[in-house]
């Protein structure tokens, strides 16, 4: 019975011992989480850089030791997410200059953002060294809500404006027909290429043709988007072979990219 007593009063010296040697692994690393302020989304090339306001927080509310060298390594990094399979393409990195428990501002430039889609935003510590994780900088907060996915901030981006000037109604083998299409705000120079686009007539196959859920287009202009960004309005005229059947048509600007997602798209001509 004696020798039972022991032999649990040892195992629970055991376990009491590892406890605390993952308590003291915890307690010796301090982590820095970051609160961070900025727009729901945002549009390509609309005029306004990209702002956001952050704030680091002390792991200990009685001390402001935020290790001033290594708050010199600190930046927001932001990449563009090229496709659903997670693929990203770098966009540009702002050192910052935090001032502990203050709220403090880094921009990014309008014309850095020129495609619609998905950015990443990122706190990147680049003082960090492999063997060195006492430290450890992370985004906690997008708006005062917590992050989904830990460290990483997911802005829509949406593409400009476009407004279309199209005839609501047209017979078929109308010649010379005339489309226009124009920006509602003047766009900002861009800093980086801006995506290949294509303008596109789209037909609405009719209910007699047997086909269902699907737009036959037809190529109209190459690169409409970088003409707006020049140009600010454009005119095509559309020859009348483009009219041939009594249908319902849309002009459309897409990407030519991998899912030529749509950019924007004119009212029904019938």
């Known amino acids: ?3 039972k007593k022991e032999i649990f009063l040892i195992l629970l010296l055991l376990l009491s011992s590892l406890g605390m040697s993952e308590v003291e692994s915890d307690e010796g690393r301090e982590f820095f989480g970051m609160d961070m302020k900025g727009p729901e989304t945002h549009v390509a090339l609309g005029g306004s850089p990209l702002t956001l306001d952050y704030k680091l927080d002390s792991p200990n509310t009685n001390t402001t030791d935020f290790h001033p060298l290594r708050l010199l390594s600190l930046s927001i990094q932001l990449t563009f997410l090229e496709y659903e399979d997670g693929t990203e393409s770098f966009v540009a990195t702002n050192q910052i ?15 850095l953002i020129v495609h619609g889609g998905v950015y990443h935003i990122r706190l990147i510590d680049t003082g960090a060294e492999e063997d060195d994780d006492s430290l450890y900088f992370y985004i906690k907060t997008y708006n005062g809500l917590p992050l989904k996915s830990q460290n990483t901030i997911r802005l829509r981006t949406n593409y400009p404006t476009i407004d279309f000037d199209v005839p609501h109604r047209l017979e078929a083998y109308t010649p010379n ?6 920006l509602t705000k003047t766009l900002c120079q861009p800093l980086r290429p801006l995506t290949p686009t294509e303008l596109l007539l789209s037909r609405i196959p ?8 699907s737009h036959l287009t037809s190529f109209l202009l190459d690169n409409p988007l970088l003409r707006l960004q020049k140009e600010g309005r454009v005119s095509v005229a559309v020859d009348c072979q483009f009219w041939a059947r009594n249908s319902t048509y849309r002009v459309e600007i897409r990407e030519k990219l991998q899912k030529r997602r749509l950019i924007a798209r004119s009212g029904t001509i019938k």
């Open 97 to 111: 200059h935090p001032t502990p428990t203050q709220w403090n501002q880094v921009s990014f430039e309008c014309g």
């Open 177 to 182: 027909v005339l489309i226009s299409f124009g």
């Open 206 to 213: 009719s209910e007699e043709e047997g086909i269902k859920g």
């Open 1 to 3: 019975m004696e020798l």
